[in-house]
């Protein structure tokens, strides 16, 4: 949502992926040298996770070192540990006529 470098971070991406296709790098979380290279939105589609979340460390979303290997699911999972925070959508129910001030 808040990525600032959209096109660097495709291109990034897709060397990163060019790269570790070739090798069949196994996912970083599970272990499975089992990604599907080729597919989009299935279980086990290759999918780029940051080691270091970037939520916490904007600054290396484009910094290959901070790339890994990942299922989608394993990646979507991992992500789920941290919790989102809900704030607009507890502050849209709870105040619905007040302004911000
Ligand atoms: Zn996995």
Request: one cysteine or more; charged letters at 25%.
């Amino acid at each position: 949502m808040a990525r600032t470098n959209g096109q660097l971070y495709k291109r990034l991406r897709r060397e990163f992926k060019d790269e570790h296709q070739p090798l069949n790098t196994p996912c970083w979380i599970c272990g499975q040298p089992t990604i599907e290279w080729d597919t989009h939105g299935q279980d086990n589609s290759f999918e780029l996770d940051h080691y270091h979340s970037v939520s916490e460390h904007p600054e290396l979303e484009t910094d290959p070192s901070n790339f890994r290997v990942s299922h989608r699911t394993c990646n979507n999972q991992r992500s789920n540990k941290a919790p989102r925070l809900g704030l607009g959508t507890l502050s849209q129910t709870y105040y619905p006529q007040q302004p911000n001030t």
